[in-house]
Nanobody, 114 residues
Framework: QVQFVESGGGLVQAGGSLRLSCAAS????????MGWYRQAPGKGRESIAR???????NYADPVKGRFTVSRDNAKNTVYLQLNSLKPEDTAVYYCNYAPPAGSWGQGTPVTVSS
């Protein structure tokens, strides 16, 4: 059964940093494109970053230059480094396939105070 377990969220002041992790129980992880998504209060879930099997990355405009996605195939884990955080980055952060498929994990909440 495919499972995504996100961790690393928390409360941080504007301008601060966090590193999120996602442990993915998926087959052939090393050949799978993975993505990070977020859902802010009262809004829909949006795609913010993706990393393909070769390490190629793409970012949504709101996070470009501030967030960095990486992966460790030996650990079946995807990371998201969040720098220069803004209050508008407050959301629950999720990982999934890119494009997303199947069940979502519980996510990890990030709260950025001004």
């Amino acid at each position: 059964q495919v499972q995504f377990v996100e961790s690393g969220g928390g409360l941080v002041q504007a301008g601060g940093s966090l590193r999120l992790s996602c442990a993915a129980s998926v087959s052939a992880f090393s050949s799978t494109t993975m993505g990070w998504y977020r859902q802010a209060p009262g809004k829909g879930r949006e795609s913010i970053a993706r990393i393909d099997y070769g390490g190629g990355t793409n970012y949504a405009d709101p996070v470009k230059g501030r967030f960095t996605v990486s992966r460790d195939n030996a650990k079946n884990t995807v990371y998201l480094q969040l720098n220069s955080l803004k209050p508008e980055d407050t959301a629950v952060y999720y990982c999934n396939y890119a494009p997303p498929a199947g069940s979502w994990g519980q996510g990890t909440p990030v709260t950025v105070s001004s």
